[in-house]
């Protein structure tokens, strides 16, 4: 169990009578290359869908056409009720600002402090003062346990508290999802947890609706084994015997697999034991 010091955040307004992501049967090629075909799929207000396939099968491309980057060559994406492959781009612009995207690369900016990473989108994306983009910097900071660190360069930090940061940027705006985009590749295990950990706080406690994209499967089963929960000033990272997140499996264009992690790793499927094998548990 780790314990962690807490900053309340208040809760973005969310409508849960409408799922967060809606896939159609949406396909998507380059030139005569297809990436998907016929991708159907829902993840409801709340939820965590966690996006597993070998390189190429096109987890980064979901992410993508849902912040409206790729348009699909058929089918239909909802994103928050909205439909996005439509969508002209000053009002994707506009809904851009109710999703956050952690990249693999993090892409923080070298000559701006931490409190300045964090907070360069809202002073730059929206009309908040400037004490009240502080101030919610400093609430993000607090929240990730890098309270102290606002005044220090990227160049300071140690890789997990870079990506540390990059998620705090993403949440500055108060989304109400989240994408991730294989954020502890290139992480040791136990500062990958760290990362995890943050990951795990975010949909249990501010009830942000995710999707994380990773080849690292330890990380996404102690994601979804894992719980948050707060305690007096505290926060306590804990395991639980519920899973809290739903398993995709990209394979040659299509969803493969979705259902439990037990269920993934119960599979006698060839291609699903092949693409386990080496890293079963235990990690």
Do not use: C
Not at 73 to 97: C, F, K, Q, W, Y
Not at 164 to 176: E, Q, Y
Not at 183 to 204: C, F, M, N, S, Y
């Amino acid at each position: 169990m780790n314990s962690t010091a807490t900053t309340e955040l208040a809760p973005a307004s969310i409508d849960a009578t409408t799922p967060a992501v809606v896939f159609e049967k949406v396909s998507f090629a380059f030139d005569d290359h297809v990436v998907l075909r016929d991708v159907s799929f829902t993840l409801p207000v709340g939820g965590m869908n966690i996006l597993f396939g070998a390189s190429g099968a096109g987890k980064s491309i979901i992410l993508k056409l849902i912040l409206g980057l790729f348009r699909p060559d058929s089918g239909t994406i909802l994103v928050n009720g909205h439909r996005v492959d439509t969508m002209p781009e000053r009002d994707l612009l506009a809904l851009r600002g109710d999703i956050g995207m952690v990249f693999q690369e993090i892409a923080l900016f070298d000559s701006l402090t931490v409190a300045e990473n964090v907070g360069y989108r809202l002073r730059e994306e929206t009309s908040l003062p400037a004490n009240e983009v502080d101030e919610r910097v400093k609430e993000v900071l607090g929240f990730i346990g890098l309270g102290e660190h606002g005044d220090r360069k990227p160049s300071e930090l140690s890789g997990g508290q870079r990506r540390r940061v990059a998620i705090a940027r993403a949440m500055a705006s108060k989304p109400r999802l989240l994408l991730f985009d294989d954020p502890t590749t290139g992480l040791d295990p136990v500062i990958a947890t760290t990362v995890d950990d943050e990951i795990v706080k975010l949909r249990d406690l501010e009830q942000v609706t995710s999707i994380f994209v990773t080849h690292q499967i330890r990380d996404a089963f102690y994601v979804a084994t894992h719980q948050a929960t707060r305690t007096s000033d505290q926060i306590e990272i804990s395991t639980t015997d519920t899973e809290r997140a739903r398993f995709m499996v990209l394979h040659e264009g299509a969803i493969y697999f979705e259902g439990t992690g037990t269920d993934l790793l119960a599979s006698k499927d060839e291609y699903l034991k092949e693409f386990l094998f080496m890293t079963l548990p235990p990690w």
